[in-house]
T-cell receptor, first 113, second 114 residues
Framework: EDKVVQSPLSLVVHEGDTVTLNCSYEVTNFRSLLWYKQEKKAPTFLFML????IEKKSGRLSSILDKKELFSILNITATQTGDSAVYLCAVPNSGGSNYKLTFGKGTLLTVNP | KAGVTQTPRYLIKTRGQQVTLSCSPI?????VSWYQQTPGQGLQFLFEYFSETQRNKGNFPGRFSGRQFSNSRSEMNVSTLELGDSALYLCASSLAVGNTGELFFGEGSRLTVL
């Protein structure tokens, strides 16, 4: 059974801080790892990672994958209050479907002014 | 381009009743999947439909069912509601090509069972 574990479960920081969110996974047939951001509404797609060591970057957010150690990190630099959200990590089903995702429990990030 | 639309956004039911939730995917998206989100279990996969056929099913009892219509719109039904069915039900659509795994989520239907 595919498994995704995120840490920490929650995190409180001040504006301007840098945060690192962790995601470890166990899948029989790895194809990709995805990061989503969920505020009080629909999860929105951030990154998809398929190759080890290649950083994906979007503004202040970046993410990298380590397929040897089976984990990924999501970095947010110079945090802002608008970054407050639940960050979800997910992997597609080992059985072949890219639409059946196994999600971690998420990391609740709170950025205080 | 309109996003994924789910209705109703909020609903309250009592134990034993049934409920039907609706999802209209992004225009052109043919894959629709459903997830249940609860504080304890997080996001859990319910089922996925493509071209009116259920392609994948999660580990939920038979009280949970769904269908997809020829216009790609989807409905899910939960019968004989239990207190534990209280959750946010999220629908997601995808182009279903390229196998990127990127899903576009709706804002969900929040079900409360009393």
């Amino acid at each position: 059974e595919d498994k995704v574990v995120q840490s920490p479960l929650s995190l409180v920081v001040h504006e301007g801080d840098t945060v690192t969110l962790n995601c470890s996974y166990e899948v029989t047939n790895f194809r990709s790892l995805l990061w989503y951001k969920q505020e009080k509404k629909a999860p929105t797609f951030l990154f998809m990672l398929t190759s080890s060591g290649i950083e994906k970057k979007s503004g202040r957010l970046s993410s990298i994958l380590d397929k040897k150690e089976l984990f990924s990190i999501l970095n947010i630099t110079a945090t802002q209050t608008g970054d407050s959200a639940v960050y979800l990590c997910a992997v597609p089903n080992s059985g072949g479907s890219n639409y059946k995702l196994t999600f971690g429990k998420g990391t609740l990030l709170t950025v205080n002014p | 381009k309109a996003g994924v639309t789910q209705t109703p956004r909020y609903l309250i039911k009592t134990r034993g009743q049934q409920v039907t939730l609706s999802c209209s995917p992004i225009s052109g998206h043919r894959s629709v999947s459903w997830y249940q989100q609860t504080p304890g279990q997080g996001l859990q996969f319910l089922f996925e439909y493509f071209s009116e056929t259920q392609r994948n099913k999660g580990n939920f009892p038979g009280r949970f069912s769904g269908r997809q219509f020829s216009n790609s719109r989807s409905e899910m039904n939960v019968s004989t509601l239990e207190l534990g069915d209280s959750a946010l039900y999220l629908c997601a659509s995808s182009l279903a090509v390229g196998n990127t795994g990127e899903l576009f989520f709706g804002e969900g239907s929040r079900l409360t069972v009393l």
